[in-house]
């Protein structure tokens, strides 16, 4: 039997979170179809049709699905899931507010954060702000998940997928009413190579500015810990934890973080952690593989200027 | 306006668990439980709902061991005007307590219900969107900011990239997130005043609810641990190691 995956996007740009939730379906088995919901993305379906061992695009191009509000998609992958045993979706902000109400409406359990494939009914995911790792055999007939998308290498563009438009429309009982999004020209934080993050020994919102020049010197993106989320130094998007982001990336900067298990749990699978903190007994130097003891405001600037 | 307010006892977020010795599960045995603080922005997010005029009624529920009524105790000490008690000793799936507390809505009809976005134990960030489903009703979950005007809800979401805001008609289903409020303390006047609060324990039987085995849990592990790292001593001698000894930059 097939799996659904449910790409991510803003009606321009596919993100690639879907690529590395592909790559989570193939892991399970090979005839996996994407579900593009939106209005006026065919720039999106373009990109998704590319998206290496893909079987065929699923599309709903729609007004009322242009913000991906969760109770007319609920209904619209309902109308579609009697032909899948796998229904998946990035444990994104969107996946996570769709999904649950996908698998209830199927009258299954969902699975949540799945990193590893076991088997075509077992997984294995995080519980415990990631203390454990369970894993988990579902016995339900339809196997409904959200993937760490961290934890999945993205699959290449070079498919050719085809194309096939969907008619049904489901209404949404909610109003849209507007969306503020964190402008940055910096890369994506769950996709960014480098992420240097800051905490509450930042101090003061432009404080963070010497963070964001580090960043920008290492093409990296801007993280944060909730004590710096919290004290309004950076905006809630930038979160990394538990409740917040869970990122990955080859290198991960820690400046100013004590290290929380909520604070871990977002970044603990980064490939090399950097920490760099006055406190000598901070938790975060338990992880970290190179750990400076400095005051930020003099390592930091010394940081860019070698670079 | 009445508001059902679903609360869950979990062990308190500041401690570290542990995998049991024969890796069935995490030792929670002795361990400080406390209300999960997603459900306890829940309770105060209602509480200054009827500070404000909107609510007249703040229904707390609980399924869970005969110990849960302790966090029942607690969101009736912040404000809950009553509480409900599913008895269970049972560990179950989200559907599974999306399923009761659809059952507990079919008798209490409240206007709003409001959840945390998810437990810190299962992590799950699951059970109010599908009890929203099972009620048929609209859900904004994540939420940062609530305005109730008339018989809609304004509510700020928080997404990946910023913010959202949707309108929904009531009934509807809120989940919380962190930035929505800052819970107070209870004081201990009202903690003795949360003793004489009426709380009812009901069976899943009386809901008339079945209950599935949706998963079986096959083996809880310890995650791979970091190997220990180095200090280094001065900003060069950083810069030096992560060009050549791990070559990330």
Redesign the interface.
């Known amino acids: 039997m097939a799996i659904l995956v449910i790409a991510e996007h803003d009606n321009a740009n596919l993100k690639l979170d879907t690529a590395k939730v592909v790559a989570c379906g193939q892991a399970i088995g090979a005839e996996v179809d994407l579900l593009v919901a939106g209005h006026d993305c065919a720039a999106v379906v373009e990109a998704a049709s590319k998206l290496s061992g893909v079987r065929k695009v699923l599309v709903a191009d729609k007004p009322v699905y242009a913000n991906g509000v969760a109770d007319s998609g609920a209904q619209l992958v309902l109308s579609i899931a009697g032909a899948y045993q796998h229904i998946l979706a990035a444990a994104s902000s969107q996946g996570k507010d769709l999904l649950p109400r996908v698998a209830a409406l199927l009258d299954v359990a969902q699975l949540s954060e799945v990193v590893e494939v076991v088997s075509e009914d077992t997984f294995v995911r995080p519980i415990y702000a990631g203390s454990a790792l369970a894993t988990v055999q579902s016995l339900d007939d339809v196997k409904v998940m959200t993937v760490r998308v961290s934890a999945f290498d993205a699959v290449a563009n070079d498919g050719a997928a085809e194309v096939e438009q969907l008619d049904g429309e489901f209404n949404s009982q909610v109003e849209f009413i507007s969306q503020t999004l964190t402008e940055s020209e910096r890369p994506d934080l769950g996709a960014a190579s480098v992420v240097v993050s800051g905490g509450r020994a930042l101090g003061s919102s432009e404080n963070f500015a010497i963070l964001e020049q580090l960043a920008d010197k290492l093409g990296g993106a801007v993280g944060a810990s909730r004590a710096a989320v919290d004290a309004g130094y950076v905006p809630n998007d930038l979160q990394v934890g538990q409740t917040g982001k869970i990122v990955a990336p080859d290198l991960y900067i820690a400046v100013g973080i004590s290290g929380a298990i909520q604070h871990l749990a977002g970044m603990k699978d980064s490939k090399v952690i950097v920490a760099i903190n006055k406190d000598p007994e901070a938790p975060i130097f338990q992880v970290a593989d190179y750990g400076l003891e400095a005051d930020l405001f003099e390592a930091i600037p010394k940081l860019i200027e070698q670079l | 306006m009445k508001v059902l307010v679903p609360v869950k006892r979990v062990?308190d977020?500041?401690v570290?668990?542990?995998?049991n010795a024969d890796n069935t599960h995490?030792d929670t045995a002795n361990l400080k439980m406390a209300i999960n603080p997603?459900c306890e922005i829940a309770v105060e997010e209602a509480v200054r709902l009827k500070e404000a005029g909107i609510v007249t009624e703040i229904v707390v529920a609980t399924i869970g061991p005969k110990a849960a009524q302790e966090q029942l105790r607690t969101a009736m000490a912040l404000g809950a005007d009553r509480g409900i008690h599913v008895e269970t000793d049972e560990e179950l799936?989200?559907?599974s307590i999306?399923k009761l507390l659809n059952a507990i809505q079919g008798q209490e009809q409240a206007e709003l219900i409001i959840l945390g976005?998810?437990s810190?134990?299962?992590?799950?960030?699951?059970?109010?969107?599908?009890?929203?489903?099972?009620a048929g009703?609209?859900?904004?979950?994540?939420a940062?900011e609530v305005k109730v005007e008339g018989n809609t809800v304004?509510v700020t979401?928080?997404?990946?990239?910023?913010?959202?805001?949707?309108?929904?008609?009531l009934p509807a289903i809120i989940t919380t997130?962190?930035?929505l409020n800052e819970p107070r303390y209870a004081k201990l006047p009202n903690i003795m005043k949360a003793k004489r609060k009426p709380l009812d324990t009901i069976t899943i039987d009386s809901l008339g609810v079945s209950i599935k085995?949706?998963?079986?849990?096959?083996?809880?592990?310890?995650?791979k641990q970091?190997e220990?790292?180095?200090?280094?001593a001065?900003?060069?001698e950083?810069?030096e190691?992560?060009k050549n000894e791990?070559k990330?930059?």
């Open positions: 062990v977020a500041n570290k668990v542990r995998v995490v997603f799936a989200p559907l999306a976005k998810q810190i134990d299962g992590d799950n960030n699951q059970t109010g969107q599908m009890l929203a489903a099972l009703v609209p859900q904004a979950t994540f940062s304004l979401r928080e997404i990946d990239g910023g913010l959202q805001t949707l309108k929904l008609p997130d962190l930035r085995q949706h998963h079986k849990l096959l083996k809880v592990a310890t995650p970091r220990a790292g180095v200090m280094v001065s900003v060069e950083l810069v190691k992560l791990a990330v930059i």
